[in-house]
């Protein structure tokens, strides 16, 4: 039944000291081949440099004091990084799919 099934353990392991890598890896294909991902990022990109503060605040030092517009862009600027996280986590899960689905079939699971 192919490979002994113990190697899964190393696999885990070495996947685990990989992640740092395997997630930079995606976070950069996204940011070269998915058109929403790109979108979302050159808005932060764009409110974050129209509103210096907001990296201020991003930072954690320091009191702020916020205008209205300020507050909005911060608040848009949040949401668009929550947004582009959750496109990150949905490449992240279903690159474990594939990686899954490949391992199985190396070691003759399937």
């Known amino acids: 039944m192919g490979e002994n099934h113990g190697d899964y353990y190393d696999l885990a392991q070495r996947i685990e000291d990989a992640f740092a890598e395997i ?5 950069s294909n996204m940011s ?3 058109e929403a991902y790109i ?3 050159d808005e932060a990109k764009q409110i974050k440099a129209s ?3 907001i990296g201020d605040a991003m930072d954690g030092s320091g009191a702020l004091s916020l205008t209205a517009d300020e507050h909005k ?3 848009q ?3 668009l990084t929550q947004q582009m996280e959750d496109i990150e986590r949905q490449a992240i899960y279903f ?3 594939t990686d899954c689905f490949a391992y199985l079939k190396k070691i003759g699971v399937i």
């Open 77 to 79: 600027h949040i949401s």
């Open 73 to 75: 862009a911060l608040v």
């Open 32 to 34: 070269e081949e998915n």
């Open 51 to 53: 509103y210096p503060i």
């Open 39 to 41: 979108a979302l990022y």
């Open 23 to 27: 997630d930079s890896d995606i976070v």
């Open 95 to 97: 690159r474990g799919h």
